[in-house]
């Protein structure tokens, strides 16, 4: 079975071509009992194609074959240098398919298609080939001990790895996950969302191209309860990497704790504080804070969604954010000068709206927005609350849709306060002229990520993760090389 789609549009004339079954040790199968799933375009609630999905049996089969991968052609079996010649290449392919990768992601996801190539595909490019960089530069420390002895560390591999990605950015998420794992040595089975497989299949496409061994790399497509769990409570899979909800996350540790005590990193939700003090420069904030809110039509766990400003330049803030807001660009994804695209699927658009109506019943104001756009597909308008209180559901939970929430403060330790007022802690955002004032806050604010003056920065080399239920552990940068390397001391004695 393949996928072949013809792109006609603004952004991308070209043809992409693919299978659709499960890429399980070098090959691409209808999986044990031959089932499929419909994969919808969110933009008209219309089928794009149908998937093969896997099940528990077609996991166990799946880590057999990376565990022999792994013993036989990979892990201690390959250098350094030939992992990162692979990852190299890999990335080469990809940038030659960069346009077909953005205007596949776009049909699965309706987000922009400049997005989606300028952010989405050039970060999961700069991700590979930053930790193609890293294969074959993991060492260990020489450490002495007494009487002239030593011992000495060596950063192993783990060996067969679980990772679990959600929607919101299917390709750029599988690339934090993907080439760390590949850098660090190990086999990899990827399970991404259950909505969003399609550019995973091209990229199994193009890892095969690549020529890694077979059972290097397996994509499985499924949902999380048929293929998810499974791995997560497969016995001879040591590692899980998981970025998604906190809910799900909970459930990955536990099923971690139940099986093998495999090791966990979790990526999870935000409700990241965006902070104006009355010194900032209000116009840059203005357009920082509605990015850090409309980006990925909100869909994005570090997005920005509640804003705080201090109460001298409130309604300046406010008048100016309104405007801006009123001019962001819903529409057509492969349309040029589209801002925000459709949210994800029919649940997640219900989810946003019943977040609409409780921040109405509660007795917030809705400032602008609130409403459904187009019959057809997953349509919000930008919306924007005010006279909010802290306890609303609105102000406490992720929406992950174009809705924030603007909030009035006195002072530094006030807004301090508020915006810790929260069980997240993914990242947070400040926006001041005076440096030391900016720096004291970022330091002071419980969050894994703080952006000075902008928002959304995000760096191949720069860690990104969760304080508090946000998450356990750091991906991106030097800091991900923990997540899939064992620590070995060998004493020497001679
Ligand atoms: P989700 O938790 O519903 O699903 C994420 C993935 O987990 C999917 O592939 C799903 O099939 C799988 N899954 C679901 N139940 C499972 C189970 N019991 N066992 C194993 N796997 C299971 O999240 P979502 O709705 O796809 O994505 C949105 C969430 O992801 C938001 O909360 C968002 O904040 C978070 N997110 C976090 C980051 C980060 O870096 N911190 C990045 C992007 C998204």
Redesign the pocket.
């Known amino acids: 079975n393949t996928f072949t789609h013809e792109f006609n549009n603004a952004s991308f004339k070209g043809k992409t071509s693919f299978p659709v079954g499960l890429y399980i040790n070098g090959e691409f199968v209808k999986g044990k009992k031959g089932q499929m799933t419909d994969v919808i375009d969110p933009t008209n609630a219309k089928k794009i194609t149908s998937v093969c999905v896997a099940t528990k049996e077609d996991v166990d089969i799946t880590v057999k074959a990376a565990q022999k991968a792994f013993d036989t052609q990979w892990g201690l079996n390959c250098p350094g240098n030939q992992r990162s010649k692979l990852l190299l290449k890999l990335a080469d392919l990809i940038e030659q398919h960069e346009d077909e990768m953005a205007a596949l992601e776009v049909l699965n996801t309706g987000k922009p298609f400049h997005w989606a190539k300028d952010g989405d595909v050039r970060m999961a490019l700069d991700t590979f080939r930053y930790y193609a960089g890293w294969a074959d530069k993991i060492s260990g420390k020489v450490i002495e001990t007494t009487n002239e002895k030593f011992a000495y560390t060596r950063h192993e591999p783990i060996g067969v790895v679980g990772q679990?990605?959600?929607?919101?950015?299917p390709f750029m998420?599988l690339s934090?996950k993907v080439a760390p794992a590949l850098a660090c040595g190990n086999c990899i089975i990827l399970?991404?969302?259950?909505?969003t497989p399609l550019t995973a299949l091209l990229f199994a496409k193009l890892a095969h191209e690549a020529g890694f061994p077979p059972g290097v790399i397996n994509i499985l497509n499924?949902?999380?309860?048929n293929?998810?769990?499974p791995?997560?409570e497969h016995m001879n899979i040591e590692k899980i990497s998981?970025?998604?909800?906190?809910?799900?996350?909970r459930?990955?540790m536990e099923?971690a704790a139940k099986s093998n005590l495999k090791s966990v990193t979790l990526?999870?939700?935000?409700k990241s504080p965006n902070i104006i003090f009355d010194d900032a420069d209000i116009d840059k904030a203005v357009n920082w804070a509605s990015h850090g809110v409309y980006w990925n039509v909100g869909?994005?766990?570090?997005a920005g969604t509640r804003i705080f400003v201090q109460e001298n330049v409130y309604d300046e803030f406010l008048k100016k954010f309104t405007e801006k807001t009123k001019t962001v660009q819903v529409g057509d994804p492969f349309a040029q000068n589209t801002d925000v695209g459709a949210l994800i699927s029919d649940i997640?658009y219900n989810r946003v709206l019943d977040f609409i109506d409780s921040g109405k019943k509660d007795g917030a104001t809705v400032h602008y927005g609130g409403e459904k756009l187009k019959k057809e597909g997953y349509w919000i308008q930008p919306t924007i609350f005010t006279n909010t209180r802290p306890d609303m559901k609105i102000v406490q939970e992720?929406i992950?849709g174009p809705v924030c929430v603007i909030i009035k403060f006195k002072d530094d330790a006030d807004v301090i306060r508020q915006a810790n007022d929260t069980s997240y802690g993914?990242a947070a955002a400040v926006f001041s002229r005076d440096l030391d004032r900016a720096l004291q806050t970022a330091h002071k604010l419980n969050a894994g990520t703080a952006w000075v003056n902008c928002v959304n920065q995000l760096h191949a080399q720069i860690p990104?993760?969760?304080f508090k239920q946000?998450?356990i552990g750091r991906?991106l940068g030097e800091y991900a090389l923990e997540n899939y390397t064992a620590i070995k001391a060998v004493h020497v004695n001679f």
Do not use: D, R
């Open positions: 679990i990605i959600p929607w919101n950015f998420l934090w399970k991404p969302s259950e909505f499924g949902t999380g309860q293929v998810g769990q791995i997560a998981f970025t998604g909800s906190t809910l799900t996350g459930k990955i099923a990526e999870l939700g935000g869909q994005c766990c570090c997640q992720e992950f993914l990104f993760g969760g946000s998450g991906e």
